[in-house]
Nanobody, 113 residues
Framework: QVQLVESGGGLVQAGGSLRLSCAAP????????MGWYRQAPGKQREMVAV?????STNYADSVKGRFTISRDKNTVYLQMNSLKVEDTAVYYC?????????WGQGTQVTVSS
């Protein structure tokens, strides 16, 4: 059973910052595309940012210029700056390893006005 361990969610005021972390087993981290997805109440889960094993990144248009994804060994980070109320959601870490996809348990991010 592959476990992705997330941390860093919480409550922040609009304009503030948070950093999310996700640790994956070393056996899969180095060869996985890893990313962050989010799901707001009543909405579908959406991609926020992904990073390949080679370091290439892709972002949702809504977070470009505000969020930064990075990785270090077996951990992927999401630095979130200039947070907006509409960024409120449960954020999930994902690792795509060949034909398998793994998900974290989710961490709540709440941005207050």
């Amino acid at each position: 059973q592959v476990q992705l361990v997330e941390s860093g969610g919480g409550l922040v005021q609009a304009g503030g910052s948070l950093r999310l972390s996700c640790a994956a087993p070393e056996s899969i981290a180095s060869s996985s595309t890893m990313g962050w997805y989010r799901q707001a109440p009543g909405k579908q889960r959406e991609m926020v940012a992904v990073i390949t094993s080679g370091g290439s990144t892709n972002y949702a248009d809504s977070v470009k210029g505000r969020f930064t994804i990075s990785r270090d060994k077996n951990t992927v980070y999401l630095q979130m700056n200039s947070l907006k109320v509409e960024d409120t959601a449960v954020y999930y870490c994902n690792a795509n390893h060949y034909w398998s996809s793994y998900w974290g348990q989710g961490t709540q991010v709440t941005v207050s006005s």
